[in-house]
């Protein structure tokens, strides 16, 4: 643990404006499409003006190639999924992504956004991709980046492992609770010893690239350039950040490898698209610019996600009693007909009180299903029955809610792409930081609609609070 002002105040100033020339440099030599794979939507939380495509369908990754964009995202969901369909998901995709490139003749560079705590299919996804694109090309990867990274969720790489800040302190990855995730747990911080653990030992830490802040810092691009343009046998590269500009930094001496030859894989969170996409800041968004239509209906809240941040963000709304509160018990899940009548009972009264303009939240049962050691792909698929039913909530309203939330990165992918039906939305922005906002596309249930897309494990005790008074344009006093 590393107390965080310490480690802030000690660092290398840098001559931004120095950085943000010599970036926009390397970006008007760069011409690779930059395809997202993103293992839930959580991952737009930094971008603006971008398309997210549900469906890996050819017709929809032409398009977001033929976009003047310079990346687009693909939602896969796959930390919803079992290894066997991530690895399909990412097998047909790899090859997809290739043949239309092929076809349109244009290069392409594939980042697989994933959980800035480190969770998530790895290396599985990216193994798969490596595979499937070396397999359809002449594209030959010589590394694989690693870049966690991630500023508004308190995600930091320093002298090689990753923190996440709790307030003050900056605690090692591998203790948080997110280490402990029943499905894609580690025990490592130092990111080399993670890529051996999850690895199982075919990378080693001691074999890993290591791109250091020092050398960040001091702009040293030729000699990071030198690191990436030595890399073969898609050896590991591990990048420390403590900041965008750190990024930046990071992406010219990318960008310049990639220029020269080099064939990289990508594996980061949030912050590395925004860099090497291009994307401008922007500032939060309004209700004026997210509440089109006034219906005179409620607002519908969604929380599924059961991390520490969601279950305190939930009892700080829990406060504010002009908002309803519905729990939906999931554990009936073991109990079929009594789970489809818990169903029925929690749409019912959702639309009654949608209807009647009144902000409504549903959740989750708080408390973890919990079927004991050794079945954690059991668990998995209750949790999809689980995720099925709540998005059958959205999926069979008949009142337009005058926005939507959904809290957690599954929940908001299958309510997203299951209950509004969205098959292409437009990245609006952020409405708080590292909460994306969609606008819904014509094809969904209700087009245009404001869809705010809310990390489990992003912002602090009253964000979520703060969200809704946002978007319902008055204080709601806790």
């Not at 591998?174 to 580690?186: I, N, Q, S």
Request: glycine share 8%.
């Amino acid at each position: 643990m590393r107390a965080a002002k310490e480690v802030f105040d000690n660092l290398s100033a840098v001559d931004t404006r120095i950085v943000d020339e010599l970036l926009a440099k390397e970006w008007q030599r760069f011409d690779k499409k930059i395809v997202v794979l993103d293992d839930d939507p959580t991952g737009v939380q930094t971008v603006h003006g971008i398309s997210v495509f549900t469906d890996w369908s050819e017709k929809s990754i032409e398009q977001g190639f033929l976009e003047k964009n310079r990346l687009f995202f693909i939602l896969t969901n796959s930390r919803s999924l079992i290894a066997s369909e991530t690895e399909a998901v990412h097998q047909e995709i790899g090859r997809t992504v290739s043949q239309v490139a092929a076809r349109l003749n244009q290069p392409f560079v594939v980042i697989s956004r994933a959980d800035s705590t480190l969770r998530g299919h790895y290396p599985l996804e990216t193994e798969t991709l490596k595979a499937a694109i070396e397999a359809q090309t002449d594209i030959v990867f010589d590394g694989e980046v690693l870049i966690p990274f991630f500023q508004e969720g308190g995600r930091y790489t320093i002298d090689n492992t990753h923190y996440v800040q709790y307030g003050a302190e900056l605690v090692p990855a591998g203790e948080t609770e997110f280490a402990k995730d029943r499905t894609f747990g580690y025990t490592k911080s130092h990111l080399g010893e993670w890529v051996e653990e999850k690895s199982n030992g075919a990378y080693k830490a001691a074999d890993t690239t290591y791109i250091t802040l020092e050398r960040i810092r001091t702009l040293e691009i030729d000699k990071i350039t030198d690191q990436l343009l030595a890399v073969q046998g898609f050896q590991k590269i591990v990048i420390n950040a403590v900041d965008y500009v750190d990024v930046k930094i990071v992406t010219i001496a990318l960008l310049r490898a990639m220029m020269a030859g080099k064939n990289f894989m990508f594996r980061s969170a949030a912050a590395l698209p925004k860099i090497i996409g291009g994307i401008s800041d922007k500032p939060y968004l309004t209700r004026e610019e997210l509440v089109t239509e006034e219906t005179g209906h409620g607002g519908l809240i969604i929380v599924g996600s059961h991390v520490k941040k969601t279950t305190e963000q939930l009892e700080e709304l829990k406060m504010c009693p002009s908002i309803r509160f519905i729990e939906f018990d999931c554990h009936l899940v073991l109990e079929p007909d009594r789970f489809q009548s818990e169903i029925d009972r929690v749409i019912a009264l959702a639309e009654e009180l949608l209807a009647s303009g009144q902000t409504v939240t549903v959740y989750t049962r708080r408390e973890r299903l919990d079927l004991g050691e050794h079945r954690q792909d059991e668990e998995l698929l209750l949790s999809v029955k689980i995720s099925d039913a709540v998005t059958s909530i959205v999926e069979r309203l008949t009142v337009r809610p005058s926005y939507l939330i959904a809290k957690g990165g599954i929940t908001s992918s299958d309510v997203g792409t299951k209950g509004l039906r969205v098959r292409r939305a437009t990245v609006a922005g952020q409405i708080k930081p590292g909460v994306p906002v969609w606008m819904t596309g014509e094809e969904s249930r209700f087009p245009g609609m404001a869809y705010v897309i809310f990390p489990g494990n992003v912002g602090t005790k009253t964000t979520l609070r703060e969200t809704v008074e946002i978007l319902t344009g008055r204080v709601l006093s806790p």
